[in-house]
T-cell receptor, first 114, second 114 residues
Framework: AQTVTQSQPEMSVQEAETVTLSCTYD???????LFWYKQPPSRQMILVIR??????QNATENRFSVNFQKAAKSFSLKISDSQLGDAAMYFC???????????FGKGMKLTVNP | GAGVSQTPSNKVTEKGKYVELRCDPI?????LYWYRQSLGQGPEFLIY????????DSGLPNDRFFAVRPEGSVSTLKIQRTERGDSAVYLC????????????FGPGTRLTVL
């Protein structure tokens, strides 16, 4: 079975600072994909970043980057130069090759202070 | 272009009633997913369609839940004999193909069973 664990229910960061959100996962498969999704109060889930497990290089998308530690089954998200619009729930998720369903963690609420 | 749309945005019903929730995926997306998100939790997988067929319905909690996608586009999630525990946000997502691609989410339907 696949599991995703987000152990920090809430975090806060000052505007323009950097924050790291942690995520650990468990899967028995070697072919899988990891995601960070953002859910603002509007409820619509928005993809932040995606990582293919077979790629050693950490994914980056502008101010967002990941630290993918495959042996430790860790997938943390770093947000640089935090902006007020980054405030939201953040969900870490996993899908295994051959199974299209996403398995989500419980989420973490990020507050950005001006 | 247009994103995933879901109707209604909110639905209030009484215990024991039948409800239908509709999802319009992004045009051309062959894969469609339903998730259920309870308060304070991450989304939980319900069912996945590839084209018209349900490729994985392992997440449906019981036989009161049923979903269809007769023409490979619009999907309807049907819940019979609703119970208070069915209250949640029901999210729909679509993706262009299989293989760990990004899933594009709709804004969800908030179902409240009184």
């Amino acid at each position: 079975a696949q599991t995703v664990t987000q152990s920090q229910p809430e975090m806060s960061v000052q505007e323009a600072e950097t924050v790291t959100l942690s995520c650990t996962y468990d899967t028995s498969e070697s072919d899988y994909y990891l995601f960070w999704y953002k859910q603002p109060p509007s409820r619509q889930m928005i993809l932040v970043i995606r990582q293919e497990a077979y790629k050693q290089q950490n994914a980056t998308e502008n101010r967002f980057s990941v630290n993918f530690q495959k042996a430790a089954k860790s997938f943390s998200l770093k947000i640089s130069d935090s902006q007020l619009g980054d405030a939201a729930m953040y969900f870490c998720a996993l899908t295994q090759g051959g199974s299209e369903k996403l398995v989500f963690g419980k989420g973490m609420k990020l507050t950005v202070n001006p | 272009g247009a994103g995933v749309s879901q109707t209604p945005s909110n639905k209030v019903t009484e215990k024991g009633k039948y409800v239908e929730l509709r999802c319009d995926p992004i045009s051309g997306h062959t894969a469609l997913y339903w998730y259920r998100q309870s308060l304070g939790q991450g989304p939980e997988f319900l069912i996945y369609f590839q084209g018209t067929g349900a490729a994985d319905d392992s997440g449906l909690p019981n036989d009161r839940f049923f979903a269809v996608r007769p023409e490979g586009s619009v999907s309807t999630l049907k819940i019979q004999r609703t119970e208070r525990g069915d209250s949640a946000v029901y999210l729909c997502a679509s993706s262009p193909d299989r293989g760990g691609n990004e899933q594009f989410f709709g804004p969800g339907t908030r179902l409240t069973v009184l």
